[in-house]
Each structure stands twice: as C-alpha cells, then as structure tokens.
C-alpha cells in the first residue's frame, strides 16, 4: 500500500490560494537539538558565511551551497518528509515549479526577525529584481502596491517548526533587535521538468536521493560533506552588481 500524502486536499489548497503553509513540529525536539548544535560549532559554515545589508544598514548572516551532501544538512533537505511534502505541492502549481522549506531552529517572533509574506502575492508571478540596500529586493513600487492589496503575515515559529512557500511569494524578515538569535536553515528545491534554461551561480538539474526520515538521527552532528561546495556571493549574476 502507498504512503498517505503528507498533506490533505485542503492543505494544498491552502498552499496555492496563499503561497505557503505552516507545519508544527516538522522536526523533532531532538532533531532539532541535532541540527542547531551541529550547526553553531560547524567551523567550514562558519567560515563560509557573508553579511547582506538592507537598506538600512542592518546585516544578516548567511551561508549557501547547492546540492545536499550525506552530511546532517543533506540528511535534512533530503528526507522523505520534507521531500514527499514539497513534491506534492510543487505537482499542483504552474511554472515556475519552485519553492523553499524554512526550518526554525529558535524561536522567531517579530521581535527577532520573523520572516513575514504577503499572502497570495505569489498570484503576481515573478516581479523583477534589483537592488535594495546591498541586498537583492523585488520591484520597491510593486512591493508597496502588494503591501495595500494583500494580508501581511508574520509567520512565528517554534524551534522545528517548518514554512513551505512559493519561490513567487513575496517575502522578507525583519531586523533582529533582540538579543536572542533566529537561526534557521532553508532547503529550496525545483522540479525535474523545470530545469534551468541557462547557466548561472545555481546548477542545472542533479538527481536528488530521498532517504529515509530516521537518517537524521543516524547520521548524528556529522556536518562534512565532499558535496558541500560553498557559493561566493560575487558569482551571483542574477543581476548587476
């Protein structure tokens, strides 16, 4: 007998009017433990990791490679559960057949940074990018449009709390003027038949090996992987720089 769908009828149809959906507990506490020690004492991450501004001057860490390792990250991004997940919602959207699962590995509120979307903004399709401070930001004068015409959604989450959104979903977190941090790792994914036209600083399709939602716990705090090949932020070309 088939595996059940991870999601209902009504979840994916939240997802397609909305852009997103939230699911509690994704990961479990232990899981979660795993993934956000591992993660503060892995030295190549940090190593590897590059500061973006707002136009504000407010600088937000981060750290990207592109295809998943049989490392605790890789275990992550490809488990059954989030892949079976993104898969199904991914079969019922139009083109562009790409979205993100965002895994909290603290607590984010709007007093640490929360990520906040605008609710059905993924219906715009893709609006055109530049520059917003130094970072890369929609169109300002069609985010602020959107701002009047779609729900503003602070999208609070527990630690192993997941949000699965829209690669067109209009979104951005907050300045963390907390003292707490908000640490959380994304894993974005696209369909086979969606594969990328031209090159750029992202691959073209590479065949991804589901494994099995208990590999996370097997794999332990092990965070090297022959596969991790971290991205210089100077070979976006995207847009100018």
């Known amino acids: 007998m088939a ?18 959906i939230v699911v509690r507990g994704l990961l479990r ?3 979660i433990a795993l993934l956000a020690n591992a993660a503060r004492k ?6 590897n990791r590059y500061s973006v501004e707002d136009d504000g001057g ?3 860490l981060m750290a990207e490679w592109n295809h998943p390792g049989d490392d605790l990250y890789g275990m992550v991004s490809r488990s059954r559960r989030i892949v079976a997940a993104m898969e199904q919602l991914l079969d ?33 399709g893709r609006i055109e990018h530049g520059r917003v ?17 779609f729900e503003l959604v602070a999208c609070v989450l527990d630690p192993g709390d997941a949000l699965f959104f ?32 031209k090159d750029s600083h992202h691959p073209r399709y590479t065949p991804l090996s589901v494994v099995d939602d208990d590999a996370i716990r097997r794999v332990g705090d092990h965070t090297e992987s022959h596969n991790r090949e971290f991205v210089d932020p100077k070979s976006d070309n995207t847009i100018g720089h």
């Not at 139009?94 to 709007?110: F, Q, W, Y």
């Not at 401070?133 to 015409?149: M, N, S, Y």
């Not at 300045?175 to 969606?194: D, G, H, K, Q």
Request: aromatic share 6%; glycine share 8%.
């Open 166 to 197: 829209h690669a067109n979903l209009l979104h951005a977190s907050g300045p963390n003027e907390s003292e707490r941090p908000r640490w959380s790792l994304i894993c974005a994914y696209n369909t086979v038949r969606n594969d990328p036209y």
């Open 133 to 149: 401070g130094k970072q890369t930001g929609a169109d300002p004068e069609r985010v602020a449009i959107a701002l009047q015409r």
């Open 92 to 124: 019922g959207c139009l083109l562009p057949d790409m979205g993100s699962c965002m895994i909290a590995l603290d607590r984010a509120t709007e007093e640490n940074g929360c990520l906040k979307v605008l609710r059905g903004s993924h219906r715009m």
């Open 29 to 31: 506490s232990d899981e």
């Open 42 to 47: 892995d030295a190549a991450l940090l190593a």
């Open 3 to 20: 595996d059940a769908p991870p999601f209902s009828a009504e979840q994916v149809a939240t997802f397609q009017r909305d852009g997103f």
């Open 58 to 60: 407010r600088k937000t």
